[in-house]
């Protein structure tokens, strides 16, 4: 079993900064993308940044430029650092890694933290 947990959110003031973290523990063999998703309240959840395991990056269009994800890979941990948020960006924000459990199998399954709730005031 795989568990991820988030950490970082809160509240903070239109213009201001969060860091997220994000730790996979468990049967791990190796992580392939890790990423951030978010759902705010009556609205669909969304893929906010995307990483593989080799560093490749991509964002949707609403955090270009403001929000930056990484990963350390020896930690099994994915960052999500945001600046000059906005109030849209309020959301409860949740991590995503595929993951392979075992040596003796390709097969990759994904698994999903509990989330950790962003809320950015005006």
């Known amino acids: 079993q795989v568990q991820l947990v988030e950490s970082g959110g809160g509240l903070v003031q239109a213009g201001g900064s969060l860091r997220l973290s994000c730790a996979a523990s468990?049967?791990?063999?190796?992580?392939?993308?890790m990423a951030w998703y978010r759902q705010a309240p009556g609205k669909q959840r969304e893929l906010v940044a995307r990483?593989?395991?080799?560093?490749?990056?991509n964002y949707s269009d609403s955090v270009k430029g403001r929000f930056t994800i990484s990963r350390d890979n020896a930690k099994n941990t994915v960052y999500l650092q945001m600046v000059n948020l906005k109030p849209e960006d309020t959301a409860v924000y949740l991590c995503?890694?595929?993951?392979?459990?075992?040596?003796?199998?390709?097969?990759?399954?994904?698994?999903w933290g509990q989330g950790t709730q962003v809320t950015v005031s005006s």
């Open positions: 995503n890694a595929a993951v392979r459990t075992s040596r003796w199998t390709s097969l990759e399954h994904t698994y």
């Open positions: 468990g049967s791990i063999f190796s992580i392939n993308d």
């Open positions: 990483v593989t395991k080799f560093g490749s990056t």
